[in-house]
């Protein structure tokens, strides 16, 4: 099986932090992508990449970068956490059309 | 017009009953159709992957996708308080484009 590993299940971050999230997945999947959650609005792109070193912006890429120097890792960075980033953040990896998603990670910014 | 549609719910049946889940698209492009299932604090979980139109079924789940109407389905037979998540409808056409998703659909199965 697949397994997409996120760094925390919750962090608590205060207002102009910058944020690291992690995703690690084990399957050598070239595709990876991260999404945001919340209430109302469902799940949203926020980056993704195709491969190594290589980055596109999804629906929603503003406050938010990406790093991604190896294959099986991903990250999302927040360069200054605003409130409004309070979500449930949601790092998945693809192969062949079948999406496998981390258990996600809770971030609250104060 | 939202590129998908899904009814948000909550939608709250009796534990037996059958569960009808639907969601709606507009692009003709989509050639891929998924149903995730998220239990709560969880990450979303590959239920169900069709291509093309008909149905496909698992056990007490079928996926049934009718593209010349852009609308697809998930039933639940026999449902069960297990099958209580956010059931979210996902999207792909043939490029290597990211998956658009619905925005769920909260189930309760009442023991």
């Known amino acids: 099986d697949v397994k997409v590993t996120q760094s925390s299940r919750y962090l608590v971050k205060r207002t102009g932090e910058k944020v690291f999230l992690e995703c690690v997945q084990d399957?050598?999947?070239?595709?990876m992508f991260w999404y945001r959650q919340d209430p109302g609005l469902g799940l949203r792109l926020i980056y993704f990449?195709?491969?190594?070193?290589?980055?596109e912006k999804g629906d929603i890429p503003e406050g938010y970068s990406v790093s991604r120097e190896k294959k099986e890792r991903f990250s999302l960075i927040l360069e200054s956490a605003s409130t409004n980033q309070t979500s449930m953040y949601l790092c998945?990896?693809?192969?062949?059309?079948?999406?496998?998603f981390g258990s996600g990670t809770r971030l609250t910014v104060v | 017009q939202k590129e998908v549609e899904q009814d948000p719910g909550p939608l709250s049946v009796p534990e037996g009953a059958i569960v009808s889940l639907n969601c709606t698209y507009s692009?003709?492009?989509?050639?891929?159709f998924m149903w995730y299932r998220q239990y709560s604090r969880k990450g979303p979980e590959l239920l169900m992957y069709?291509?093309?139109?008909g149905n496909k079924e698992d056990g007490r789940f079928t996926a049934q996708v009718d593209k010349s109407s852009k609308y697809i389905s998930l039933f639940i037979r026999d449902s069960q308080p297990s099958d209580s998540a956010t059931y979210l409808c996902?999207?792909?056409?043939?490029?290597?484009?990211?998956?658009?998703f619905g925005k769920g659909t909260r189930l309760s199965v009442i023991a």
């Open positions: 998945a990896s693809r192969t062949t059309g079948l999406y496998t």
């Open positions: 399957m050598d999947h070239e595709n």
């Open positions: 990449s195709y491969d190594v070193k290589m980055k």
């Open positions: 692009n003709s492009a989509f050639q891929y």
């Open positions: 069709t291509y093309s139109s």
């Open positions: 996902a999207l792909e056409n043939s490029g290597n484009t990211p998956l658009v």
